[in-house]
Structure formats: structure tokens, C-alpha cells
């Protein structure tokens, strides 16, 4: 069964950092890209940013995070990662993260969420 | 970046009866290849997102055939023939042709 988890959401201070984990499994991670997701309390989707699969070695981000969060991954432990440094108060949101089945776009398996609160 | 807009925001619908989703990109989705890049969510309460339909028309697996997808260019169409309450939740579209990846506002679908 696929399964991706996100883990390492917390409560932060502005200015602060954190990073946050996804990790797959009942799939060949190095194969596909993986993309982090967020959604503001009672707003929509917005996607930041993706890790194409290892053979791309290519990593892209939106613009409201370019320059302050950094995306990687290890495919020996079937995880990405999302360090978020300079954190602000709009950045709190629960992160998601998803595989991209390859079809389209198609993010056809999606972590449960990992909440991130960025609060003085 | 392809805004993506969608319609109505907000639809409460009798079970059984049929149910539309109109999502509109400020530039065209079709790929040179031949492809519509749109894809559609939904996010049940309390849930993560599931997918429902990629490239505007292709039904994930699992998803009832009483849902379609429909459109090409800048214009496209969610349908469900016979609402179910398991159905309510929100619906997004995404335009996946280019990045970054951008979302409809989403659309409230409940059971009156």
C-alpha cells in the first residue's frame, strides 16, 4: 500500500525555523516527484515547491517562500524534506505532502498534514 | 503564474440530483502534445485532498463513475449525476501545465 507521512509541524516563533519530514513507502521513492502542499486555516490549496525524481535533480518553489524554504530529498531513507527558515505568521498552515504519479501532474497520494504555527 | 477561477463557490444540492463545477485558467491548458494539464480535488472535512480526475478527464482509480470531467483550453467541468452525502466536501481544480502549480478558490459542496 502506498503510504506518504509528514511529521515535524510545531509551534515556532517568527523569525524562526523548522523543518518538516515526509516519508513514502510501499513505492519506489527515487521514481517519482514529490511536491509540499499548504493550506492556511479555512483557505484554499497552495502548492510551494517539488522535488523532481532523482534523475531530474531538479527542485522548483513558488515565490512566496523562494529564498526561505529549501526542499531535498534521500532516496536511501524514501523521505523529503522541507526546511523553512525566517519563518513569518503567515506561514502557518497545515503541510502536505504528495506524489506525483507521473500522469499529468496527478497527486494521487497524500500525506495526512502536519500543522505548523507560527506565533509569538 | 495561470489563475485559476471557479464556479459557483458554494452549492447545496438534494441527493440523487445532479451537481456541476465550472473552473476557468487564465491561459489555455492544452499542452502542444495534445493534453489538458488540469486536474481535480477533493478535500472531504477534516480529510487530505483526494484525487479525482487528471488531464481534465481521466478518473482516478476508485472514483465513482458519477463523477466526469470534462473541458479543453480554459474551461472545464466537474459533474456528478446523482449526489451522494459521502460527496460533500470541498472541490478544487489545479492547473498542472505549468509551475508553479496553481488552485482554484474551491467550490462547498453540501447536502441540503
Known amino acids: 500500500e502506498v503510504q506518504v507521512v509528514e511529521s515535524g509541524g510545531g509551534l515556532v516563533q517568527p523569525g524562526g525555523s523548522l523543518r518538516l519530514s515526509c516519508a513514502g513507502s510501499g513505492f519506489t521513492f527515487s521514481d517519482y516527484h514529490m511536491d509540499w502542499f499548504r493550506q492556511a486555516p479555512g483557505k484554499g490549496l497552495e502548492w510551494i515547491g517539488r522535488t523532481k525524481r532523482t534523475s531530474h535533480n531538479i527542485i522548483e518553489y513558488a515565490a512566496s517562500v523562494k529564498g526561505r524554504f529549501t526542499i531535498s530529498r534521500d532516496d536511501s531513507k524514501s523521505s523529503v524534506y522541507l526546511q523553512m527558515n525566517s519563518l513569518k505568521t503567515e506561514d502557518t498552515a497545515v503541510y502536505f505532502c504528495?506524489?506525483?504519479?507521473?500522469?499529468?501532474?496527478?497527486?494521487?497520494?497524500w500525506g495526512q498534514g502536519t500543522l505548523v504555527t507560527v506565533s509569538s | 503564474d495561470i489563475v485559476m477561477t471557479q464556479s459557483p463557490l458554494s452549492l447545496s444540492v438534494t441527493p440523487g440530483e445532479p451537481a456541476s463545477i465550472s473552473c476557468r485558467s487564465s491561459q489555455t491548458l492544452l499542452h502542444s502534445n495534445g493534453n489538458n494539464y488540469v486536474d481535480w480535488y477533493l478535500q472531504k472535512p477534516g480529510q487530505s485532498p483526494q484525487l479525482l480526475f487528471y488531464m481534465s478527464s481521466i478518473r482516478a482509480p476508485g472514483v465513482p463513475d458519477r463523477f466526469s470531467g470534462s473541458g479543453s483550453g480554459t474551461e472545464f467541468t466537474l459533474r456528478i449525476s446523482r449526489v451522494e452525502a459521502e460527496d460533500v466536501g470541498v472541490y478544487y481544480c489545479?492547473?498542472?501545465?505549468?509551475?508553479?502549480?496553481?488552485f482554484g478558490p474551491g467550490t462547498k459542496v453540501n447536502i441540503k
Open positions: 504528495a506524489r506525483d504519479g507521473g500522469r499529468g501532474p496527478d497527486f494521487d497520494d
Open positions: 489545479m492547473q498542472g501545465l505549468e509551475i508553479p502549480r496553481t
